[in-house]
Each structure stands twice: as structure tokens, then as C-alpha cells.
């Protein structure tokens, strides 16, 4: 007896006849609560979210092409810096995961949807409000938020522009719909695995996927707590952070990376769990460790609450704290390193193939290994006090999210791309696009490594001119990583207009129940579940 | 079976919800933590913030300790605002009177709070003041000029690594803030 099918609840609100198509028009988006349509949604917000914070990105790039002013004003390069980063971490990286949840969870763990679907809609469609409301503060008078993603205390309270208020409520949005998410990502995972899909054979990237939404349950309602706090502290008088009124600008500090740091890890874990998909298919060999990938995800979980200090060394901290955060951080190390040479075992004597996927899911294997190596420097105390606030830092968070955790999904697009348009991508497309954005990405961040090694600070609109020569690299770097997503833009546009026909598993060595329905995926699929053996 | 399912899902979106909610609560409750954190490993450079009582302890003439003064002025703030001495040798246990200067350069009545800080953080918990202007809140009148007076003494149990303390001010204006209470001019 199908069991799923007959809970109204499930897959079949949208529509009275069942098992047909989509709905056609644009209230098929507006209302859908079909798991694959909201994935789609998602992975669109993020593209276009994608671009345009890569745009405020090309403006902070020119302005450092050369020592001076010449193209804004600092209180608007200080709002680039700020809403750049604002845009990527919540607009483009975190919905981009959340649509591949959306599509691909209910997919590979043999579920007709997601367990929640009027509450993914709705996770879905506040989204487009919030960075509406937050794009729209940058036109007011005064200017839109320029104190930096991290929002520290004074700069938010007591030295914000007017619009402070549209910045905080439009983060309370994306903290509500990331929470919404993330509660059906679990409920869908513990309630609607296929019969036979054990706990020890969920694909990586549904354990990964569990453990960043518990991780989001955790730590997003700290981020509207002091949020909140900066709004009050703002308008109605109180002095969370205020001295003067009997609070403390560093506690500020500590309850945002209290939230910060596991941010940084709901950035990365759904990347881990691509990468140990694609990682085997092309080495058509299984993954090497599945046991110790999700101990390792489940333990670099539980120590990321143990270091948000590390962002805080130069504040006056005690020596025995500093060492605490210090070795805390150190340890985070080993699981990752676990992780990284599962992947490297898993590829040792496999017989490789190099399509675009798999060049991504190197490439970041790689490069997110330099980033972690930058990591491990920056957690050094004594040497972070020469590295705080310089180009270094911005050279190691970008490594570990740009060709980490934006390659990863990069990887995930060309690999499942056939699945979902039931075109094959273009292949010498793909190609152009992973070394184009290969090459640039790396001469647009491995010299802000010397930058802040000499001492450039960031988030400044000028610099001494000795720093000239290598700016102007990196942002020549910069303008080349950003033509080259046009590429990707491109590929994506003509795999869902057409191309070659893709069967329903397209990758030899791939595993899993997503590649046993046909492609393109149909509306519905595993409206019976499958057996899992 | 589907009866079973949705009771499941909704306990666990109930465990869920009430979760995130918990968690929204947990980051107010860090405030009060943090502070009680604070004191009780005695780290942040946060003195006490009432009089401490002086009981006459055996002055420790073998050690001397170096007391530093700074002071600093918000930008917001039309005072001028100095110690009366920038540093001063100290013996543990021994009572000593100072004071800091401060004068209002501007046309109109403000209101100011200092708030001190102790560096090194471990040494805030041996820095005892019997009476300090910083326990209330400072006003002045136009153009007025005012000693503000500081009573303090180092306790002889000042850990041997600590040889210098150094007692930073730095003044906030409040005058315009809700959380002025009414001072005597
Ligand atoms: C071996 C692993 C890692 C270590 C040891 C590490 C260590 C650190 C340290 C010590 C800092 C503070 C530097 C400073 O401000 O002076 C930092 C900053 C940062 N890290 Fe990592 N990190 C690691 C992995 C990651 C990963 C995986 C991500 C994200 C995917 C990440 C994202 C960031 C970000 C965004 C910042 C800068 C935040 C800001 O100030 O704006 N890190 N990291
Ligand atoms: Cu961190």
C-alpha cells in the first residue's frame, strides 16, 4: 500500500487531478508547493543574487585598481563592502543550498516532496522581500548599511545611517526563512526516508544537509536576538553595547561570531556533501569513508560552537582564552582533514574521468585545502595580530568560499543539470567556464595573501602605494572571474532550451536513487517509494 | 501508517520550532551571562561598579606597584577631561586620594559617564575603590569646571605578575541618552 500519496498534507494541494505535469502561467510559481519548482526558484534568487553582489564587487575592484579616490565615495565603497557580503553569505550561498535540498533530498532519500510544502513556498517567497528591502536602503537618504556584514557594535548603533532599521528587518526575514528551511530539511529526512533507506545509507549530501539545518536551527535565532539588540540599542534606548549606559561593545562581538562561526560552517558542509557525490562518480569508485564523512561532518559541527573567538584575538581577550580558542580551532582541523583525504583516497587508483563536475569537485578540493591552510595561520594568536583585519583574512575567507563552497555548487549545477533539464550542458561550454574561473579566481585572491602579509588593511577605499602593482593584479583578476560566470549563465540558459538528449543516468559511476527516475525528473516522482536494498 | 506519520512530523516541528525559539532566548540570556562570566573568572577589565570598603590592611611597603591614569573624551563630547597625575608609584593595602579634572567647553549643561577599565583584565579584581565619580553619572553647567574625585587601594593579593596597572576612563556623552537619571547640578 502506497502510504505518502494518501496524506493530503503531501505533494497533492496544488492540484486536483493528480499525476500530471506542472500548472502552466506564472501562478505555477507563485503558488507551487512542488519541491522541484521552489528548488528552481531558489537556485534562480541565488543566481541573480549571485550577479548582483558580484556586481558591487566589480565597483569595490575598480575603486582599488588605484591608490586614491577616484570612482565613489568611501561611505559608499564602505556599502558596497558591507551589502557585497550581506548578498553573498545570505542571498546567493545559503538559498543556493537550499535549493539543492529542495530538489534534490526529496529525490535521493526516495520522498514524493519535501515534508512542509506550503511552508517551503513560503520559506521561498519572503526571501525576494527581504533583499528588495534590503537593495532598496542603498537609494535612501543617508545610505544603505555600511558598517560592515559583521555589523560590529558602535558602527550599527551609535554611527549607522537612518535606514538601520530596513537592514535589520529585512535580516530578521532571511533568518526566518532559512529557519523554515531548515525545520523541513529535518522533518523531511527523519520522516520521509523510502523504506530500506537507513541512516547509514543516506547520501552524504542529505547527512551533510541534516547537520546544516540543525546548525541553522541553532545559531540563526542568536543572529535575529542581536539583531535585535542593535535595533533597540539604535532607537529605543537601551545599551546592550553601549558603555556608556552600563553594556559592552565586545559583547556584541561575541554573540555575533557565537553565531558567525557555525554561519561560516552552514556554508561549507553542503559543499562536503556535493563533493563526496561527484568525487566517486567519476572515479567510478565508492567513497572512501563513508562511516568517517559523517562522523567527521557530525563532530566539525559540535566544535564550531567552541570557536567563534578566533575572530576576536585582537580584542583583549586573557591568555587562557586566547589558547582555549586557539587549540579549539586547531582541532577543527583534523575532521576536515579527514574529509579531505577521503576524497583524495577515494579518487587513488580510480579510473578518472574530467568532465566539468569533476574538474570543479577538484579544483575545490584543492583550493579549499589552501583556504583551511590560511585558516590554521590565522588561528595562530600571536601571528593573527599581524594578519587581523588585513587582505590576508579576506584571502582566506574567500578561498574557502568562493572556490570552496561556490565551486561546489558550481559542481553540483553541471552534475545534475542533466537530471533536471533532461538536456546534457555543453561540455566545451563547461570547460571554458571551469578555467576561465579557475585561472581568474586565483589571480583575483592568492595575491591578497601578500597584500595582508605587508599590511594592506581591509575594507578601505585607498591604500599606501606600494600596494599599487599588486592591486591592480587581483582586480584584473577580480573583472576576469566575473566575465566568466557570464559562461556559466550561458551554459545553464541552453541546457534548459535544449541539447543533446540525456539519458536517465548520465554519469557512469554515479550512485543513487535520483539517477533511477527518468530525466528530466518528471513534477512527481517516487509517488510509491522505492525499495531500497 | 499515515495517521502515525503526520502525528510524528507534527511532534517533531513542534521540537523543532521550539528550538529555534529557545535558541532566540539563549541569545538575550548571553547578556546576563556574559557579565556573570565576567566576574566570576574576573576577565574584561571590568572594576566593580559600587564603593568598596576599606578595612585597614597591613601595607605591603615591600612591593610597590605603578598606577597609570588615562583618560579619553568621546568625539560627541565638549569636555575636557585629564587626570591629576598621570602615573603614581602605590604599595599594596595603602589608601590612596586623586582626582581628574573635568571642564565643560561648551554653552550648555551636559551630562557624562565615565567608565573605567583596568588592563591587564586580571588585575581589575585588585582594584578597589572606596569612592569614584564614575559610580554616578557627571554634569556640568556651561563653561563649569569640576575635580572629580577618585579613592582607591590595590589589594595585597595582586598577583606577583602584575606590576602595573593601568585605570582607563573614557567619558561618554549621555545627556541626550534615556538612561540619564536626575543629577544635581
Ligand atoms: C581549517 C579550517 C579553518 C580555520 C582554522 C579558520 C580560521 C579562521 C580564523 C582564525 C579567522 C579570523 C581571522 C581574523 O579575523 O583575524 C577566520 C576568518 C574567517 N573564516 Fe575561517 N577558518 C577555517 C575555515 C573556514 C571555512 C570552511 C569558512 C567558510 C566556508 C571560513 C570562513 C571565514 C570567514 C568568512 C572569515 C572572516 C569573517 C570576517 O571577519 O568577515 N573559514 N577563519
Ligand atoms: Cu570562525
Redesign the pocket.
Known amino acids: 500500500m502506497s502510504t505518502m500519496t494518501q496524506d493530503p498534507s503531501i505533494a497533492q494541494n496544488d492540484h486536483d487531478d493528480h499525476h500530471h505535469g506542472a500548472p502552466k502561467g506564472l501562478m505555477r510559481w507563485v503558488l507551487t508547493t512542488n519541491h522541484k519548482d521552489i528548488g528552481t526558484l531558489y537556485l534562480w534568487f541565488s543566481f541573480i543574487m549571485f550577479l548582483t553582489g558580484g556586481a558591487m564587487a566589480m565597483v569595490i575592484r575598480a575603486e582599488l585598481f588605484q591608490p586614491g579616490l577616484q570612482l565613489v565615495e568611501p561611505n559608499f565603497f564602505n556599502q558596497m563592502t558591507t551589502v557585497h ?1 550581506l548578498i553573498m ?1 545570505f542571498g546567493a550561498v545559503m538559498p543556493a543550498f537550499t535549493g539543492l535540498a529542495n530538489w534534490l533530498i526529496p529525490m535521493m532519500i526516495g520522498a514524493p516532496d519535501m515534508a512542509l510544502p506550503r511552508m517551503n513556498n513560503w520559506s521561498f517567497w519572503i526571501l525576494p522581500f527581504a533583499f528588495s528591502i534590503l537593495l532598496s536602503s542603498l537609494f535612501m537618504e543617508g545610505g544603505g548599511p555600511n558598517f ?3 555589523f560590529y557594535a558602535p558602527l550599527s548603533t551609535t554611527y549607522s545611517p537612518d535606514s538601520t532599521a530596513l537592514f535589520v528587518f529585512a535580516v530578521h526575514i532571511m533568518g526566518i526563512s532559512s529557519i523554515m528551511g531548515a525545520i523541513n530539511v529535518v522533518v523531511t529526512i527523519v520522516n520521509m526516508r523510502a523504506p530500506g533507506m537507513t541512516w547509514m545509507k543516506l547520501p552524504l549530501f542529505v547527512w551533510t544537509w541534516l547537520i546544516t539545518a540543525f546548525l541553522l536551527i541553532a545559531v540563526m535565532p542568536v543572529l535575529a536576538g542581536v539583531v535585535t539588540m542593535v535595533l533597540t540599542d539604535k532607537y529605543f534606548a537601551t545599551s546592550f553595547f553601549d558603555a556608556a549606559g552600563g553594556g559592552d561593545p565586545v559583547m556584541f562581538q561575541h554573540i555575533f561570531w557565537f553565531f ?2 557555525p ?3 552552514i ?2 558542509l553542503p ?1 562536503f556533501g556535493i563533493i563526496s557525490a561527484i568525487v566517486p562518480a567519476f572515479s567510478r569508485k565508492p567513497l572512501f569513508g563513508y562511516a568517517s564523512m559523517v562522523y567527521a561532518t557530525a563532530s566539525i559541527a559540535i566544535l564550531s560552537f567552541l ?1 567563534w573567538a ?5 580584542t583583549g581577550m586573557p591568555v587562557f582564552a586566547e589558547l582555549f580558542f586557539m587549540y579549539c ?2 582541532l ?2 583534523v575532521p ?1 582533514g579527514v574529509k579531505v583525504f577521503n576524497w583524495v583516497a577515494t579518487m587513488w587508483r580510480g579510473s578518472i574521468t574530467f568532465e566539468t563536475p569533476m574538474l570543479f569537485a577538484v579544483a575545490f578540493i584543492i583550493l ?1 585545502t589552501i ?9 595562530i594568536t600571536p601571528a ?1 595580530f599581524q ?4 587582505y ?3 584571502a ?2 574567500h578561498y ?2 568562493v572556490s ?2 561556490i565551486f561546489s555548487i558550481m559542481a553540483a549545477a553541471y552534475y545534475w543539470l542533466p537530471k533536471w533539464t533532461g538536456h546534457m550542458y555543453s561540455e566545451t561550454l563547461g570547460r571554458w567556464h571551469f578555467w576561465c574561473s579557475v585561472i581568474s579566481v586565483n589571480v583575483l585572491f592568492f595575491p591578497m595573501h601578500f597584500l595582508g602579509l605587508a599590511g594592506m588593511p ?1 575594507r578601505i577605499p585607498d591604500y599606501a602605494i606600494q600596494f599599487a602593482d599588486v592591486n591592480q593584479i587581483v582586480s584584473i583578476g577580480g573583472f576576469a572571474f566575473g566575465l566568466s560566470q557570464l559562461i556559466f549563465l550561458a551554459v545553464v540558459i541552453k541546457c534548459i532550451r535544449g541539447g543533446e538528449k540525456a539519458p536517465d543516468k548520465p554519469w557512469e559511476g554515479a550512485e543513487g536513487l535520483e539517477w533511477t527516475i527518468a530525466s528530466p525528473a518528471p513534477y512527481h516522482s517516487f509517488t510509491t517509494p522505492p525499495e531500497v536494498k | 501508517m499515515t495517521e502515525l506519520k503526520r502525528k510524528s512530523n507534527k511532534q517533531l516541528i513542534i521540537l523543532l520550532f521550539a528550538s529555534a525559539v529557545g535558541m532566540f532566548g539563549f541569545g538575550f540570556a548571553l547578556v546576563p551571562l556574559y557579565d556573570v562570566l565576567c566576574d566570576a573568572l574576573g576577565i574584561n577589565g571590568k572594576t566593580q561598579s559600587t564603593a568598596s570598603t576599606y578595612q585597614p590592611v597591613t601595607i605591603d611597603k615591600n612591593r610597590t606597584i605603578t598606577v597609570e591614569f588615562l583618560s579619553q573624551v568621546q568625539s560627541d563630547m565638549p569636555w575636557t577631561f585629564t587626570p591629576q597625575v598621570n602615573t603614581m608609584q602605590v604599595h599594596p593595602g595603602e589608601l590612596i586620594r586623586t582626582h581628574f579634572v573635568a571642564s565643560n567647553l561648551s554653552a550648555n549643561y551636559l551630562v557624562g559617564q565615565a567608565i573605567p577599565s583596568v588592563s591587564p583584565g586580571q588585575g581589575a579584581a585588585y582594584f578597589n575603590k572606596t569612592e569614584c565619580f564614575c559610580f554616578n553619572q557627571q554634569a556640568l553647567k556651561a563653561n563649569a569646571q569640576a575635580d572629580l574625585p577618585l579613592i582607591f587601594f590595590v589589594d595585597p593579593e595582586l598577583p606577583d605578575s602584575i606590576s602595573t596597572l593601568t585605570l582607563s576612563y573614557t567619558l561618554f556623552n549621555i545627556t541626550d541618552k534615556g538612561y540619564v537619571e536626575n543629577v544635581a547640578e
Not at chain 1, 594578519?387 to 588585513?390: A, L, V
Open positions: 557580503g553569505v560592515g556584514w559583521t558567525g562561526h554561519e561560516v560552517y556554508m561549507i559543499s570557536v578566533h575572530h576576536m584575538f585582537t580551532t586547531m577543527i582541523a576536515t579549499f583556504g583551511g591552510f590560511s585558516g590554521l595561520m590565522l588561528a593573527d594578519y587581523h583585519d588585513t590576508f583574512v579576506v582566506h575567507f574557502v568560499l570552496g563552497a581591509r
